[in-house]
């Protein structure tokens, strides 16, 4: 596997199943040589960590779970700064890093270190990207600005035909589902905003260059959140019968975290999908 994007994408989904704690510990344990082993055995720590804590605000967290939040995150930075020293060239180590250091608020330099450790390895690494993405959000003690500015300058620098145009359409997702009731829907409707996704979907997903994306129904389900919010039915229509009706759970969470497949749906039906 010479595609570090695809190795990221296969631990990310791999260690999103219960139970890789209880016996990864023993892997490590007799591979102690292993990268491999102790870049699953970090990761599923980081995933683990973060249900923990949950999706809520920080506000709505008890001490006790942001205890054992804590305490998660520490040993998973250890397996994979360990993951990094045995697999230097590898950028998946320095991909999770991304997710535990912004749950220990490690802060803006050493974040930035991170991603940018990330993508001199692999420079086109989406998840690498998101997780910036998010690390320099409002709700992460960025702003607004500063995570379109990231977005839409990844995207341009980015050749024509790459997934990193989602970028710009989560970045207006993320900045819709900071706003008040009301709001929210204005600035989806603005005609800037109608415009930045269109030159986004022309970027990436209808470029016809788009070609080498490991999970193209994820990018476009955002984009058919996306335009299906911003009122652009037959955009997001055309996004909707793109993705199969497979159904990711982000974006659709935003809108109803109990049955992310129920929103999707609410959503392909106002868009004239049936």
């Known amino acids: 596997m010479t595609d570090d994007r695809e190795r990221s994408w296969l631990?990310?989904?791999?260690?999103?199943?219960?139970?890789?704690?209880?016996?990864?510990?023993?892997?490590?344990a007799a591979e102690p040589g292993s990268g491999l082993a102790q870049l699953v055995a970090g990761a599923r720590q980081v995933t683990w960590a973060w249900e923990a804590r949950t999706g809520l605000r920080a506000q709505h967290v008890s001490r006790e779970q942001f205890q054992v939040f804590h305490e998660?995150?520490?040993?998973?930075?250890?397996?994979?700064?360990?993951?990094?020293e045995l697999e230097p060239g590898w950028a998946?180590?320095?991909y999770f890093l991304q997710m535990s250091g912004r749950g220990l608020q490690v802060g803006p330099d050493i974040a930035r270190l991170r991603f940018?450790?990330?993508?001199?390895r692999s420079p086109l690494h989406l998840g690498a990207h998101q997780q910036q993405l998010q690390q320099v959000c409002r709700k992460?003690?960025?702003?607004?600005?500063e995570m379109h500015a990231f977005a839409r300058e990844s995207m341009?620098?980015?050749?024509?035909?790459?997934?990193?145009?989602?970028?710009?359409?989560?970045?207006?997702?993320?900045?819709?589902?900071?706003?008040?009731?009301?709001?929210?829907?204005?600035?989806?409707?603005?005609?800037?905003?109608?415009?930045?996704?269109?030159?986004a979907a022309d970027r990436s997903y209808r470029n016809a260059g788009y070609r080498d994306a490991l999970d193209p129904v994820a990018t476009l389900n955002v984009f058919a959140m996306a335009f299906a919010l911003a009122g652009e039915k037959k955009a997001a229509a055309e996004a909707f019968a793109a993705t199969g009706?497979?159904?990711?759970?982000?974006?659709?969470?935003?809108?109803?975290?109990?049955?992310?497949?129920a929103a999707y749906r609410a959503l392909r039906s106002r868009s004239g999908r049936p």
């Not at 995150?73 to 993951?83: G, K, P, T």
């Open 92 to 94: 998946c180590p320095w």
């Open 140 to 145: 992460w003690g960025g702003s607004h600005e």
């Open 116 to 120: 940018e450790a990330a993508v001199r």
């Open 72 to 84: 998660r995150l520490e040993v998973a930075e250890d397996l994979l700064y360990r993951a990094a």
């Open 156 to 199: 341009l620098a980015a050749p024509e035909g790459s997934d990193l145009g989602v970028l710009v359409a989560i970045a207006h997702l993320e900045h819709w589902g900071d706003l008040d009731h009301g709001d929210d829907t204005a600035y989806m409707l603005r005609l800037q905003v109608e415009k930045e996704l269109h030159e």
């Open 245 to 261: 009706g497979l159904v990711t759970e982000f974006p659709w969470q935003y809108l109803n975290g109990n049955d992310p497949a």
């Open 11 to 28: 631990v990310a989904n791999v260690v999103d199943v219960d139970g890789w704690e209880r016996w990864m510990p023993g892997v490590v």
